[in-house]
């Protein structure tokens, strides 16, 4: 049964929606765990537009489950991943002028430096987490990099409806138990939200589910509280395929 990861980057959105101290995604992490999230997920955006570096300190210190730091391959956030040593980095494709993560990483051009600076991360106690497309080739990228997590990218399989939904049901099947044959261990997340989950989190091997904004969005209504637990409701209810 995978592990829920709540992103709370959203809460975020709406403090610097006014560069105001509320709502303070800190505190909304503190509610995601009592509520019985089992990791908190932020993403430190080159250009700051929601989580700022005062949070991901401060998550660091408070967080009590697993902290995930999201962040692009910069030198910058090398650095400062360095220094903040969340338990788990997931390293991100980023564009500046996209809404929210549109792909997941090229492995196939990164530089040269890539793999030893994933060696760094980890002998720094930081498991190193690549996003991907269900892919094959990338798959074997990832191991061939020696990160100890990939993350799926479920966004196409989000996106897509009836038939073609399905399809991309099967690649994101067949790429997490490739992945699992190569050694790798699979996270899984964006665009799932309370009536697309229950496939996903059936699916073997996939050890965490990172999902910010249908929670966020829906605690608007109902609460972080409950958002958070009617989410973990239909994680746990999903009962595994034969692994
Ligand atoms: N996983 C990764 C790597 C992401 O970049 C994001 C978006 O920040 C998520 C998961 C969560 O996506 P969503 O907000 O659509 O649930």
Same mark, same amino acid.
């Given at each position: 049964m995978p592990r829920l990861h709540v992103n709370i980057d959203h809460v975020a959105t709406v403090r610097q929606a006014r560069k105001a101290q509320q709502p303070d995604p800190v505190f909304a992490a503190g509610l995601c765990e009592l509520a019985g999230a089992n *990791?908190?997920?932020? /993403?430190?955006?080159e250009d700051r537009r929601h989580i700022q570096d005062r949070d991901i300190r401060l998550l660091r210190e408070v967080v009590k489950t697993l902290f995930n730091l999201e962040m692009a391959y910069t030198p910058e956030m090398i650095?400062?991943?360095?220094?903040?040593?969340?338990d788990q980095v997931c390293l991100v494709p980023e564009k500046r002028e996209e809404l929210?993560?549109?792909? *997941?990483?090229?492995? /196939?051009?990164?530089?040269?430096?890539?793999a030893g600076d994933i060696k760094a991360l980890q002998d720094n106690g930081i498991d190193v987490s690549l996003f991907i497309d269900p892919d094959p080739n990338l798959i074997e990228a990832a191991a061939g990099a020696d990160a100890a997590f990939i993350e799926l990218h479920t966004g196409a399989y989000a996106n897509a409806k009836g038939k073609q939904r399905e399809n991309e049901l099967k690649r994101l099947t067949t790429a997490a138990i490739y992945a699992h044959e190569l050694g790798l261990r699979v996270n899984a997340g964006h665009g799932l939200d309370y009536d697309n989950v229950m496939a996903i989190a059936q699916i073997p091997f996939i050890e965490e589910l990172n999902i910010g904004y249908s929670i966020?969005?829906?605690?608007?209504?109902?609460?972080?509280?409950?958002?958070v637990r009617e989410m973990q409701d239909r994680v746990l209810a999903a009962s595994p395929l034969e692994e």
């Open positions: *990791g908190i997920t932020a /993403h430190l955006r650095k400062l991943a360095h220094e903040i040593r969340p929210t993560t549109e792909g *997941g990483l090229d492995l /196939h051009s990164m530089p040269d430096s890539f966020i969005g829906r605690a608007v209504y109902v609460g972080l509280d409950q958002a």
